[in-house]
């Protein structure tokens, strides 16, 4: 029997804290945050008639990793620079690591590591000369910055091009290295901003390995940045930021079942069943195969479909929820596209492709 993925009222807050502490500070609270952790309240940010931050608040965790999804021009850059002490807030607090990024901005920067969006290694200089002039500019010592270039080195798999130019290397390559740079310092939270973008299919999987290993292995925070709402599936929390707001912030199964859209896939028998069908769903679509796609409003609605519908129909399939599904649930449109009409926007989310339950 088919049973419709249910859907919850409201996505409880699962905090998962892997770093020391651990304890949660919520946007607002008056408790410091933990060391390893943020907290950003009512963050705002103008550039000229440009709100690109509206109060925006969120927690992260020690320990998290956690992504900021939005597509291009959401405030996500902004909002990196902000929290690594880069650019001044219009208003609003940020504490880094328990720091406050504006009165102890030099101390908050001590313990974070920062791959920016633009390339900014030098690149007439070798591998291992960019990683020892960082280590020298955060004041690392010898025999210690030496261990952790070899270290880093090793986690980003570039051991054997530690002497090679930087301007020889592929932007994969040029990547990693960035990585491993933002590590030689005695860093609590990695901060990444669209580390994956420009990069080809294997080398943004391969970043992502990266990233996991770093959290799963170390004691490290890390938080990216992406418009590639396939990456952040793996992800411990997932704020979701467009137009500089922050729309929803939760772990991905939560997101999925809070804001996500199911679907139901079925291949009518004959002509007459398809045209009563779409009919009576205005928002079902037809995919390529010919089969009808209709979303599924709440509980109940397959048994009901069945019960008039089942002995003219060949097959069924439920689509689970995808993120991408929740992105367009929460503003009305794809992360890259334009606003769908509703026929559409039935089809992309069966397009994203969830997984098929019998
Ligand atoms: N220095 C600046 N001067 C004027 N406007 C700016 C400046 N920096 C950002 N903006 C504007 O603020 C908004 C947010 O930009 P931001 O770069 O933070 O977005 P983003 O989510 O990082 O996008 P992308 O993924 O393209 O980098 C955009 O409308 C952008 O044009």
Not at 141 to 150: D, E
Request: with cysteine; glycine share 8%; aromatic share 4%.
């Amino acid at each position: 029997m088919l049973s419709p993925q249910s859907r919850f009222p409201s996505g409880e807050e699962e905090l998962r804290p892997r770093g020391a502490g651990g304890r949660h500070h919520l946007p607002g609270s008056r408790q410091p945050a933990v060391k390893g952790g943020i907290v950003a309240c009512d963050v705002g940010k103008r550039f000229g008639r440009t709100l690109a931050l509206d109060k925006v608040s969120l927690t992260v965790q020690p320990g998290q990793l956690f992504a900021l999804l939005g597509p291009n021009g959401a405030g996500k850059t902004t909002l990196v620079r902000i929290l690594t002490t880069l650019l001044r807030a219009d208003s609003g607090t940020v504490l880094v690591d328990g720091k406050d990024v504006v009165k102890q901005a030099q101390a908050a920067r001590a313990s974070i590591g920062v791959v920016f969006q633009e390339p900014s290694l030098d690149d007439r200089l070798t591998v291992g000369e960019n990683l020892d002039f960082h280590g020298r500019v955060y004041g690392v010592p010898g025999p210690l910055r030496r261990k952790r270039i070899h270290q880093m080195l090793d986690l980003v798999e570039l051991t054997d091009q530690h002497d090679r130019l930087v301007r020889t290397l592929s932007s994969g390559m040029k990547r990693r290295v960035e990585i491993a740079r933002a590590l030689i310092h005695d860093t609590a939270i990695l901060f990444m901003d669209e580390p994956t973008v420009g990069l080809d299919v294997q080398s943004r999987a391969r970043i992502w390995d990266y990233i996991a290993r770093l959290r799963d292995e170390r004691d490290l925070t890390v938080v990216v940045t992406t418009h590639y709402i396939e990456e952040v599936a793996g992800c411990d929390r997932v704020c979701i930021i467009d137009q500089g707001k922050v729309l929803a912030a939760d772990t991905p199964a939560a997101l999925r079942r809070r804001y996500g859209q199911v679907l139901l896939r079925v291949t009518p028998r004959d002509e007459e069943t398809r045209a009563q069908i779409l009919a009576l769903v205005p928002d079902a679509a037809l995919d390529s195969q010919g089969s009808i796609i209709l979303p599924v409003p709440e509980e109940g609605f397959v048994d009901r479909f069945l019960a008039r519908f089942g002995p003219h129909i060949i097959t069924m399939h439920l689509d689970e929820a995808t993120l991408e599904s929740v992105f367009l649930s929460l503003t009305g449109r794809e992360i890259r596209e334009r606003a769908p009409s509703p026929r559409e926007r039935t089809y992309a989310f069966a397009q994203q492709g969830g997984e098929h339950t019998r």
